[in-house]
């Protein structure tokens, strides 16, 4: 999660009014792809990071600095990405308060099949997007 959150924070005020998303694939304990939310803030960290790893992301674990996003936008939902490239858990660092996913992302991957750890590196990734987070009237987590 250190080295996503470490991506996310090289990417900050390049990404418009979106979090700056790190994300990191792993398979055989190695990283086989890392992405990062674009500039202006689209394609998102977990779309980069999945055109890179392509087919062998198959079984992977999925290591993201927010909540996989859950609804049609600009983009077709990140969350829709992981679950059909078929990735075997996903560890997020904090859930996206936006209305609009909130918790939706974790429960899609959990009904998927795909074991859901949330809250690794919390605080750690409520700082890296600290404007984000205050935006949406989210206080620091304790």
């Not at 994300?23 to 992405?35: L, P, Q, T």
């Not at 991957?109 to 949406?136: M, P, W």
């Amino acid at each position: 999660m250190k080295i996503a959150l470490d991506l996310s924070k090289k990417q900050l005020g390049n990404t418009g009014e979106n979090p700056s998303v790190g994300c990191i694939i792993v398979k055989n304990n190695r990283v086989i792809a890392s992405g990062v939310t674009s500039d202006g803030g689209r394609p998102h960290g977990e779309t980069n990071a999945l055109q890179i790893a392509g087919d062998k992301a198959r079984g992977s674990t999925v290591y993201v600095t927010l909540e996989p996003c859950s609804h049609y936008g600009q983009t077709a939902p990140c969350v829709n990405a992981l679950i059909l490239a078929g990735i075997k858990s996903c560890v997020i660092a904090i859930i996206d308060p936006d209305t609009r996913v909130n918790w939706r992302g974790a429960a899609l991957l959990q009904e998927a099949g795909i074991d859901t750890i949330v809250g690794i590196c919390e605080n750690e990734a409520y700082k890296v997007n600290s404007d984000f987070f205050k935006r949406h009237n989210i206080q620091e987590p304790n």
